[in-house]
């Protein structure tokens, strides 16, 4: 049985150590660990933060446990036995104390950081932000520019170094996360409802963009591109779009809302007027059928 156990333990150190080399051998990019905005560099800066927090109380543990089973083994007599032994005071108030100043101190830091990192808070910056408005359907993304009259589908691009001001919502889709790990935090996107994210580009790239709610059967494929593009780039893509591409109208937008997988990019022109707000609205408004119950109620209660 000892043996069995001690193949166990050598088998996961093993396994360990080659997964370790394996990512280092390939230079495996870990896109949280890669940030490429603003946002996700606070972010990771947190995370680190948190991780060396832990590993002031994890590591001392792990040294203390292997000391503890090296020295009180069974085959080691010379160890002190102290059958009676019950407690120390001195001990106890340290680890207390210790414990105490930890948690205080990492609920203070995550408290400064949820606050600072605020969805909802605009990016302070001297370039005029963006605005982006973003459907979740089933299962693709729709990116809609108000400012500059496109739309398209699964490609998100963007000028460097510009705010990016997020609005959020979904169209006969579940609940669906937007991420992209690079630029920052996921946020959701709920039928009749309207949230908000903002991000910046650091620099000019391409990164990945995904939905990381299991919500239905197409979930798995509903990735899109975010391009940080130059901003006469972005300038030439929406002339571009605007030239060659044919208009979102109700039309269109009603096949898109049904459900496909694995849709390739598609831009559109001249996107149907007020299409972000249409489509909250359009869960938020009563229906005519229970309003003229209840008048028809009222009216029967009156006489």
Do not use: C
Request: aromatic share 12%.
């Amino acid at each position: 049985m000892k043996y069995f156990i001690r193949l166990i333990i050598a088998a996961f150190i093993i396994s360990d150590i080659i997964i370790v080399g394996w990512i280092g051998l390939h230079n495996y990019n870990f896109a949280v660990l890669n940030p490429q905005g603003i946002i996700a560099s606070q972010e990771k800066q947190l995370m680190e933060i948190a991780l060396i927090m832990m590993s002031i109380v994890i590591v001392p543990v792990f040294i203390f446990a292997i000391f503890v089973a090296i020295t009180y083994r069974a085959s080691n007599t010379k160890a002190n036995y102290m059958p009676d032994w019950d407690h120390n005071h001195v001990i106890q108030i340290f680890w207390w104390t210790f414990t105490i100043f930890m948690v205080s101190t990492m609920g203070f830091i995550n408290w400064n950081f949820t606050h600072h990192l605020d969805p909802s808070q605009a990016i302070a910056s001297t370039t005029p932000q963006l605005t982006v408005q973003v459907i979740a359907l089933r299962w693709k993304w729709l990116f809609i520019y108000p400012q500059q009259g496109v739309a398209s589908v699964n490609l998100l691009e963007i000028p460097e170094q510009t705010p990016i001001h997020f609005e959020l919502t979904a169209d006969q889709s579940p609940m669906t996360s937007f991420w992209i790990p690079q630029l920052g935090g996921q946020i959701y996107a709920m039928s009749g409802m309207s949230t908000q994210t903002h991000l910046l580009a650091n620099s000019l790239g391409q990164y990945y963009g995904t939905n990381t709610e299991i919500n239905g059967q197409g979930f798995a494929e509903m990735k899109f591109i975010a391009k940080s593009v130059s901003h006469s780039d972005f300038e030439n893509w929406v002339s571009n779009i605007k030239r060659d591409s044919k208009p979102l109208n109700q039309t269109l937008y009603n096949q898109l809302t049904q459900p496909t997988e694995d849709v390739p990019v598609v831009t559109y022109a001249s996107p149907v007027n007020n299409l972000f707000t249409s489509v909250i609205m359009r869960y938020m408004a009563p229906s005519s059928t229970p309003q003229m119950k209840s008048d028809n109620s009222q009216s029967n209660m009156q006489m």
